[in-house]
C-alpha cells in the first residue's frame, strides 16, 4: 500500500569534524514530543517505515526527525569515511550537544531501524542517553554482524548485496579522489556477499583489520547488557537478515529491553491481513508509557 512522503523540512547539519549530514524534519508544536529516527543501510527518509513513522508523528501532533546517516538521503558527505553499524558519533553530537543547544523541551524518543537499530544500541551506551532519550526502539535489528553476514552467504540472498553494493558503489565513485584507493572500488565492484562489502570498504575505511575484526567488535550484541533507558526490540523470526539463533532469548537479561519477537514480519515488514503496518501502532503503544 503506497505511503505518502511527509512534508518535510530539510536541514544541513555541520559536524564538529567538518562533515555534513542531512536530517529531515517533520514539524509540531513546541513542547510535543520528539521523535529521532536513524534508518538503515542505503535507507533515507523516503524509505516506507520513514515515512509511516513521520506521517504517524504529524498525525499525533509531534515533532519527528530522521537523522541520515553520512552519504545517505542525497546529500555526499565531504570526509573519506562513510558510516558502519557501531557510529554512533553523529546521532551523540544530534541528541547531547545540538538539541539542548536549540532548548528543545519535549520528551524525546530515539528509533533505529535495521543498521541504525545497531547505531542506537551503541548510542544508547556510549552517549548520554538518561538523560536526553525517554525511550528507545531498535527495529529488525541485527544484533550479531558475523551471524547475519554467514546468514545472507546464500543465494537467494545476494540480490541484497547486490543492491547494497550497486548502491554504495556510487558513491565510492563520487567519491574516488577522496577515498584515493582504486582498488577499494574494484574489490567492492565485484562483491557477492556481505563478507565481500564489508572487507573490501568498510573495514579499511573506517579503521577495522578486517570484517572479522569490525564484527567482532561493532556487534550490537555487546552493547545490551549495558542499556539503561526502556528500550524496545521488534523483530521477526523471518527475517532475511536475521538467522534465528541470533535472535534474543526472553527478555534478554536486561530488565530496561522488552522484546516483541514475531513469527511473520521480515525485515521491517510487519503488515497485517489488511496490508497495513502494525509495527507504528507498537512502537508508539510503547513510547506512551513514558511520554508524560
Not at 539542548?100 to 548510542?123: E, K
Amino acid at each position: 500500500m503506497p505511503v505518502a512522503i511527509p512534508q518535510y523540512r530539510r536541514e544541513i547539519i555541520d559536524l564538529p569534524d567538518g562533515d555534513i549530514i542531512a536530517a529531515d524534519w517533520v514539524d509540531g508544536s513546541p513542547e510535543s514530543p520528539l521523535l529521532i529516527l536513524v534508518h538503515g543501510m542505503e535507507g533515507s527518509s523516503e524509505s516506507r517505515y520513514s515515512r509511516l513513522l513521520m506521517n504517524e508523528c504529524k498525525r499525533r501532533g509531534w515533532s519527528g526527525v530522521v537523522l541520515h546517516m553520512r552519504s545517505c538521503g542525497g546529500v555526499i558527505n565531504q570526509r573519506r569515511n562513510f558510516y558502519h553499524a557501531g557510529f554512533y558519533q553523529d546521532i551523540k553530537y544530534f541528541i547531547d550537544v545540538l538539541l539542548p543547544q536549540r532548548n528543545i523541551s519535549g520528551t524525546r524518543f530515539l528509533a533505529g531501524v535495521s543498521l541504525g537499530g545497531s547505531q542506537v544500541a551503541h548510542y544508547l551506551v556510549n552517549g548520554n542517553a538518561p538523560k536526553h532519550i525517554k525511550a528507545a526502539a531498535m527495529i529488525s535489528t541485527p544484533l550479531d554482524l558475523k551471524g547475519s553476514a554467514d546468514f545472507m552467504q546464500s543465494f537467494l540472498h545476494r540480490q541484497y548485496v547486490k543492491k547494497f553494493r550497486n548502491s554504495l558503489l556510487k558513491k565510492y565513485q563520487s567519491k574516488a579522489a577522496l577515498i584515493n584507493d582504486d582498488s577499494m572500488a574494484e574489490e567492492l565492484s565485484r562483491a557477492r556477499t556481505f563478507w565481500d562489502l564489508d572487507n573490501s570498504a568498510t573495514a579499511p575505511l573506517h579503521g577495522f583489520e578486517n570484517a572479522t575484526h569490525y564484527y567482532r567488535e561493532m556487534s550490537a550484541k555487546n552493547c545490551l547488557q549495558d542499556i539503561r533507558i526502556p528500550t524496545l526490540y521488534l523483530a521477526s523470526r523471518d527475517d532475511p537478515f536475521i538467522p534465528e539463533n541470533s535472535l534474543p532469548n526472553g527478555h534478554l537479561e536486561n530488565e530496561h529491553i522488552f522484546s516483541i519477537l514475531t513469527e511473520q514480519g521480515g525485515h521491517v515488514g510487519f503488515i497485517n491481513q489488511y496490508g497495513n503496518s502494525w509495527m507504528i501502532a507498537a512502537v508508539f503503544k510503547y513510547y506512551s508509557d513514558y511520554e508524560n
